[in-house]
């Protein structure tokens, strides 16, 4: 079992930068691979950025050059560097692990943080 607290959302406005940061349970965090989801209202879940064991990373075209995954295994953190931000980012941002290789699919992850909330003015 895994339990994941994202945290770091908030509002900034088009153009800023934010890093969230999501803090796992357990002693087993290097054995997953991590990812960050995010989700808009009426929209559906869409995939943002995977990091996989050994630090493979793969974005979605839409963050990147822009995104920046990275992983803390020693602190069981997973953090995401939001730089030049734009309204269309705005959506509740979810942390995900999963046992396997990097996915794009949602459905692929076992466990899944509450979510944070960002918010780029325009």
């Known amino acids: 079992q895994v339990q994941l607290v994202e945290s770091g959302g908030g509002l900034v406005q088009a153009g800023g930068s934010l890093r969230l940061s999501c803090a796992a349970s357990?002693?087993?965090?290097?054995?997953?691979?991590m990812g960050w989801f995010r989700q808009a209202p009426g929209k559906e879940r869409e995939f943002v950025a995977a990091i996989s064991q050994t630090g493979t990373t793969y974005y979605a075209d839409s963050v990147k050059g822009r995104f920046t995954i990275s992983r803390d295994n020693a602190k069981n953190t997973v953090s995401l560097q939001m730089n030049s931000l734009k309204p269309e980012d705005t959506a509740v941002y979810y942390c995900a692990a999963d046992a396997g290789g990097i996915t794009i699919r949602p459905d692929r992850y076992d466990y899944w943080g509450q979510g944070t909330q960002v918010t780029v003015s325009s």
């Open positions: 357990g002693r087993t965090f290097s054995r997953y691979t």
